[in-house]
């Protein structure tokens, strides 16, 4: 079955570095989204990315969050300058058609801000 | 606001104990809801997608139910593999159909 690609698996990054996460959504999908998933929390949506442009963020995703698809296959979510509360694992995910469909998420990458 | 509460927060089983997992929402016009299995360190395993009041999927052990407020996950004679959270969701009815999800229930098998 087709997946959803992240890498690094981990990553550990001093506070204030940036940082740059990977994924390779599947190939036919037109949908993409990051999550985070804290120790402990909630799965959370942070962005969502169709027609190579954001369609919706949520409150979390501010001014040092950005996204982009940069040659068509790959999906990267960059965090400009981390703080330690950006500790978490982040998920990439992707589906083929908006509504009623299941979403396939990667395995994540465990970001850890020291 | 729309809301995703998942019953109990922590489960343990005796292998071959039966048991329902639950999860309630507020989310109004429901486009679908979504049961996932996640491993420790791992991304959320899709398992069922329902629609429907009334609609229910099987899958090995695990059935899946659908009323208008809430859904249940059965899990009828679990084994020690069965162990892992399961995450409830919803889709978000508007703007690009984003999940939201539930906390989870965190569920062990002992043998």
């Known amino acids: 079955e087709p997946e959803v690609t992240q890498t690094p698996s981990h990553q550990v990054t001093q506070m204030g570095q940036e940082v740059i996460l990977r994924c390779v959504p599947i190939?036919?999908?037109?949908?993409f989204y990051w999550y985070r998933q804290i120790l402990g929390q909630k799965v959370e949506f942070l962005v969502s990315?169709?027609?190579?442009?954001?369609?919706?963020k949520s409150e979390i995703f501010d001014d040092q969050f950005s996204v982009e698809r940069p040659d068509g296959s790959n999906f990267t979510l960059k965090i400009r300058s981390t703080k330690l509360e950006d500790s978490a694992m982040y998920f990439c995910?992707?589906?083929?058609?908006?509504?009623?469909?299941?979403?396939?998420f990667g395995s994540g990458t465990q970001l850890s801000v020291l | 606001e729309d809301q995703v509460t998942q019953s109990p927060e922590a489960l343990r089983l005796q292998e071959g104990e039966s048991s329902s997992l639950n999860c309630s929402y507020t989310?109004?016009?429901?486009?679908?809801l979504f049961w996932y299995r996640q491993d420790p360190g791992k991304g959320p395993e899709f398992l069922f997608t329902?629609?429907?009041a009334g609609e229910e999927k099987e899958k090995e052990r695990l059935k899946a139910t659908l009323t208008k407020k809430e859904s249940f996950l059965h899990i009828t004679a679990p084994k020690p593999e069965d162990s892992a959270t399961y995450l409830c969701?919803?889709?978000?009815?508007?703007?690009?159909?984003?999940?939201?999800f539930g906390t989870g229930t965190r569920l062990k098998v002992l043998a």
């Open positions: 995910a992707s589906k083929l058609v908006a509504a009623g469909e299941k979403l396939f």
């Open positions: 190939s036919n999908h037109l949908y």
């Open positions: 990315f169709y027609n190579n442009e954001i369609s919706e």
């Open positions: 989310v109004s016009g429901l486009r679908g």
């Open positions: 329902l629609y429907s």
């Open positions: 969701a919803v889709q978000d009815p508007s703007g690009t159909y984003k999940y939201i």
